[in-house]
């Protein structure tokens, strides 16, 4: 949770934590180099939820590609993913890029999974 604020600029992550709905959010307990530690893990429900609601530039092209482009296909065609722009491609390659290495981890499959998928939502 603390890398997915940090990315979108949002300095509370316990606020941000305390508006997400119960099942989209968990806590594990982890060892670590500095002892055990708590860490807050946000599923991909609630990752869209922290991003769409960000204010961040970046988090504000992507909420807006996902409103005009990636659920209208879904409406209209029943699915995303073969239609995919090189401009909405670049963007999140770009973006991606911008993500500290220290963050990476947590958040580069989400953007690949975005780029190189073809999902089909009905039969």
């Known amino acids: 949770m603390n890398d997915v ?3 979108l600029g949002i ?3 316990g606020d941000v934590k305390a508006r997400l709905d119960e099942d989209v959010v ?3 307990t982890l ?3 500095g002892g055990m530690q708590n860490m807050t893990i946000v599923n991909e ?3 869209y939820d922290v991003i769409l609601d960000s204010k961040k530039p970046e988090a504000k092209s992507f909420r807006k590609w996902i409103t005009h482009e990636v659920i209208p296909s879904i409406r209209k065609t029943g ?3 073969e239609n995919v722009t090189q ?3 670049n963007m999140l ?3 991606n890029q911008s993500i500290p290495p220290e963050c990476q981890h947590n958040i580069h499959l989400g953007v690949m999974l975005l780029l190189n998928s073809s999902h089909h939502f009905f039969p």
């Open 79 to 81: 699915s995303y993913g």
């Open 5 to 7: 604020c940090g990315v």
């Open 87 to 89: 401009e909405y491609r």
């Open 11 to 13: 300095g509370n992550a």
């Open 45 to 47: 429900d609630g990752l």
């Open 93 to 95: 390659l770009q973006y």
């Open 31 to 33: 060892q670590t180099a």
């Open 26 to 28: 968990t806590t594990h």
